[in-house]
């Protein structure tokens, strides 16, 4: 339930977005600033703070009062797009996600790749998880097109300067599994950043799977699959992100 006082209580548009489980903060800035967003009628300037009083609508559509706060594990299989509308998307994640509460993805997982989605409805905990400077840990499997040595390890580990995205890796928690597979721990979200890293290894990326964020895995998961995350595994969540888990 939401108190009176917290009807009155003024929070920037970005953020009142991110508590309704919209999207987050940065995104709901693009909306604004697409002119998606209205405010009592009227289309919403970036910077303004509204109450729960307010009438706010995104694409036409009002929104309701706050739900009460849930996190999902979602397997996302391969050739599932990140975004909830894409008329170009062949698969997009309200194709599998059918919940009564309306949830959005704490970062993403591009459409080559399949595993383990954070899907919520609070702004705060998917700004925790999306801000690379938390480094939160993230686990993934990988295969790749040929032989895996000892010096692909070694650079993968150290770090790898990324031309096209001016940057340089953080160094990494790697290891071999097979002759063609390893699994590797990341503590940023750089665009595409294992296929990056792979590729000025001269490697390519032929499968690869998260298969944890921080301490939540995917489980019993099969593609398509999601599960209610809750009890001891959301408290840890929460509290490795910084923030109060719901109910406490």
Known sequence: MVSQTDRNAAVRLNKFLADH???SRREADRLIEQGRVAVNGQTALPGRKVTERDNIAVNGKL??????????????????TCT?????AAKILNDYVKYPVRVTYAGRLDKDSEGLLLLTNDGDLIE???RG????????TVKVNKEITPQFLEQMAA??????????TRSC??????????????????NRQI?????????EVRQLKRIRIMQVGLKHLTPGQYREVQGRELEQLYRDAGLTCPGS
């Open 63 to 80: 929104l309701q009062d706050r739900p009460e706060k849930v996190v999902l594990a979602f397997y996302k299989p391969v050739g599932v």
């Open 128 to 130: 925790a998880v999306m």
């Open 133 to 140: 400077a938390h480094r939160h840990e993230k686990e993934y």
């Open 173 to 190: 928690e790697i290891r071999q599994t097979g002759k063609y597979t390893f699994q590797i721990i990341l503590t940023q979200g750089l």
């Open 21 to 23: 489980g919209v999207c």
């Open 84 to 88: 909830e509308q894409d008329r170009h």
């Open 195 to 203: 296929r990056r890293m792979c590729q000025a290894c001269g490697y």
């Open 159 to 168: 770090g790898i300067y990324l031309r096209e995205l001016k940057q340089t």
